[in-house]
């Protein structure tokens, strides 16, 4: 199974894996908050200095091609393309068959925009 959640909210046993996908870990949170930091699931620091000044769908699309590998520089990839993340995206889904995976962000629980509901919903299509 996999869920999403606040790094802030608290911590259950139902969590299963807690993977920290954040660029930053950020200031002040306890190591023990998280199982896994995989910066690599966050945004990057370019979109994320975007987050404020374009639109959610426009935004979206953003991450969605960073976490894929889609963009113009896999042309440097001719043989394996993934310049993003398909190949984590593949073990997370695979572990979520196995066990509870919960995606942990800092963003609030009751934020609607978050990329964190954008990488589930990454992993759990058929796209990785």
Known sequence: MLKTKSIHSPI????????????????????NRYDVWMASLGPSERLLKTVHDIDWREWSKNYRQQMLGEGA???????IRNAGQKFTLRLIKHLAKR????????C???????HRFLLRDLIESSKV
């Open 12 to 31: 259950e046993k139902v969590d299963g894996l807690r993977i920290l996908v954040a660029r930053y870990r950020g200031h002040r949170v306890p190591k």
């Open 73 to 79: 520089h896999e042309k440097e990839n001719p043989v």
């Open 99 to 106: 066990e509870t995976v919960t995606l942990l962000c800092h």
């Open 108 to 114: 609030a629980e009751d934020t609607k925009q978050c």
